[in-house]
């Protein structure tokens, strides 16, 4: 697979960053992925939320969080009373990670040097729109915007400034929740999900 030549780096727009990101080879996630999956949403949204990576669904769609975590996350931000239209949603790391198993394929955590590979992208999604609150879904985007490890279970539902003023909201992955198999911890877990998000409206 040949990757398609970016065009130069100095994207003035959202649409021409998702545009060169297309044909991105910071790192060699693209080899295997199906294309970039780049964010998604308004470029004036006050919040951008971050995930880690794209997953199987997202590899083939195009887009971020439209598969299982994805349908998690929409119904608890319309049950927190966001709109996920007005947010802008996209991932720490822009390439499916995975190990063939079979015909499936299985989700295998980006490392620190994929996510700083990356940052390359997230930073200037960042600039572009100026969001007042970023969210960081899980480690792996607390560590892209953050650039050091923060214990997510403890740190979940408080805010950290960062040196250029941005907030980040710190708090779970939504695929936490559909790892839980039992019923009554799920639930109580997608209740603590849905109080953040509360938090995060009020917040932006
Ligand atoms: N998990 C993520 O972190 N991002 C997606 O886009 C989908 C699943």
């Known amino acids: 697979k040949q990757p398609v030549e970016a065009p ?4 003035s727009t959202i649409p021409e960053l998702r545009e060169a990101a297309k044909g991105c080879r910071r790192c060699p996630l693209w080899r295997d992925a199906t294309q970039t999956v780049f964010g998604e949403g308004p470029d004036n949204a006050k919040v951008i939320f971050v995930g880690e990576q794209p997953g199987d669904q997202e590899d083939l769609a195009g887009k971020p969080f439209v598969g299982p975590a994805g349908k998690v996350f929409d119904a608890i931000l319309d049950d927190a009373g966001v709109d996920r239209q007005k947010v802008y949603v996209t991932n720490a790391v822009k390439h499916f990670k995975f190990e063939p198993r079979g015909k499936r394929r299985i989700h295998s ?14 930073d200037q999604e960042f600039e572009l729109i100026k969001p007042n609150l970023a969210v960081a879904l899980g480690a792996t985007a607390a560590m892209s915007l953050l650039g050091k490890a923060i ?8 805010v950290i400034e960062r040196e250029d003023g941005l907030r980040v909201f710190i708090t779970i992955h939504p695929s936490f929740i ?7 911890d799920k639930e109580a877990e997608r209740e603590r999900f849905l109080q953040d998000m509360k938090l995060v409206k009020r917040l932006m």
Request: net charge positive; proline share 9%.
């Open 8 to 11: 130069e780096d100095d994207a």
């Open 178 to 184: 559909l790892r839980i198999r039992e019923p009554a």
């Open 151 to 158: 214990p997510v279970t403890k740190m979940r539902g408080q």
């Open 109 to 122: 955590k980006p490392n620190s040097g994929e996510i700083q590979a990356c940052r390359w992208w997230i």
